[in-house]
Nanobody, 125 residues
Framework: QVQLVESGGDSVQAGGSLRLSCAAS????????MGWFRQAPGKEREGVAR???????NYADSVKGRFTISKDSAKNTLYLEMSSLKPEDTAMYYC???????????????????WGQGTQVTVSS
């Protein structure tokens, strides 16, 4: 079955960097729409970045220029490179995958079929 396992979350100072990883298994990784989402306490889950099967990417305005999504199909792993971190980036970060690639870059959280368990990112000022 499809499995997504995130790692890399940590507590860092503002201005710091982190790299999140999402190890995927149980499906043809390269053909799926993939994304990173985050959810802070008391807030709705929001999209951070998405990448489609052809490698096209989309970012939330709040992270443009600071975060980079990438995937390594040979390793079945999705990454999120985060730099210039801010306290408002504090959240649980989730990896998501969906077999439907159409409209990938604007898919809402409810449109992703598979989810990881999340990894916590905490940024202190």
């Amino acid at each position: 079955q499809v499995q997504l396992v995130e790692s890399g979350g940590d507590s860092v100072q503002a201005g710091g960097s982190l790299r999140l990883s999402c190890a995927a298994s149980g499906y043809t990784f390269s053909r799926y729409c993939m994304g990173w989402f985050r959810q802070a306490p008391g807030k709705e889950r929001e999209g951070v970045a998405r990448v489609d099967s052809l490698g096209a990417k989309n970012y939330a305005d709040s992270v443009k220029g600071r975060f980079t999504i990438s995937k390594d199909s040979a390793k079945n792993t999705l990454y999120l490179e985060m730099s210039s971190l801010k306290p408002e980036d504090t959240a649980m970060y989730y990896c998501a995958a969906d077999p439907g690639d159409w409209g990938c870059l604007v898919k809402r959280p409810t449109q992703f079929k598979y989810w990881g368990q999340g990894t916590q990112v905490t940024v202190s000022s």
